[in-house]
Antibody, heavy 115, light 110 residues
Framework: EVQVVESGGGLVRPGGSLRLSCVVSGFIFSSTDFHWVRQPTGKGLEWVSGVSTVAHTYYADSVRGRFTISRENAKSSLYLQMNSLRGEDTAVYYC?????????WGQGTLVTVSS | QSVLTQPPSASGTPGQRVTISCSGSSSNIGSDHLYWYQHLPGTAPKLLIDANNQRPSGVPDRFSGSKSGTSASLAISGLRSDDEADYYCAAWDGRLRGHVFGTGTKVTVL
């Protein structure tokens, strides 16, 4: 059974930093791209960032220059370093991946940016 | 503001067929794969239709997807109460160099 578990969310002040982690088990993590997707309260899903199997990285315009995605295949882990956080970054952050579509998702971790 | 447009809501009675549209452009739907996800708030989203317009294992054949040009649609036949959820289309956008989700459609079973 594939398990995807995010961690690292919490309350942070505007301008602060947070690092999210995602650990995947039951699946060959290195074999597929992985992504971060977020959902602000009461709003829709928004793709945030992705990293390919060869570590090419992609970012939404709203986070480019502030967020950094990385992966550590030896630990089957995905990370999202979030700097210069803003109120509009408040959301549940999901880790997602899979071949031919994102079939593997975690339950999400809540990030709240507030003073 | 998303580049993929969906109606905000759709509804039907049990057993009916409901169709959800997704409108994009040549840089996303018109040139790449289109995916559909089901999401109940507070839970993990679920892939319904994959890159090959197929249903992943475990997704009932009541769900079907189609695409034509820069538009796509998801059909749910034999509507059930547990189909009440938010539905999102998604695609890679070559102009934005990133993935995009649709605006989302809330399906209500009357």
């Amino acid at each position: 059974e594939v398990q995807v578990v995010e961690s690292g969310g919490g309350l942070v002040r505007p301008g602060g930093s947070l690092r999210l982690s995602c650990v995947v088990s039951g699946f060959i993590f290195s074999s597929t791209d992985f992504h971060w997707v977020r959902q602000p309260t009461g709003k829709g899903l928004e793709w945030v960032s992705g990293v390919s199997t060869v570590a090419h990285t992609y970012y939404a315009d709203s986070v480019r220059g502030r967020f950094t995605i990385s992966r550590e295949n030896a630990k089957s882990s995905l990370y999202l370093q979030m700097n210069s956080l803003r109120g509009e970054d408040t959301a549940v952050y999901y880790c997602a991946g899979g071949v031919n579509g994102w079939v593997y998702w975690g339950q999400g971790t809540l990030v709240t940016v507030s003073s | 503001q998303s580049v993929l447009t969906q109606p905000p809501s759709a509804s039907g009675t049990p057993g009916q067929r409901v169709t959800i549209s997704c409108s994009g452009s040549s840089s996303n739907i018109g040139s790449d794969h289109l995916y559909w996800y089901q999401h109940l708030p507070g839970t993990a989203p679920k892939l319904l239709i994959d890159a090959n317009n197929q249903r992943p294992s475990g997704v009932p054949d009541r769900f079907s997807g189609s695409k034509s040009g820069t538009s796509a649609s998801l059909a749910i036949s034999g509507l059930r109460s547990d189909d009440e959820a938010d539905y999102y289309c998604a695609a890679w956008d070559g102009r934005l160099r990133g993935h995009v989700f649709g605006t989302g459609t809330k399906v209500t079973v009357l």
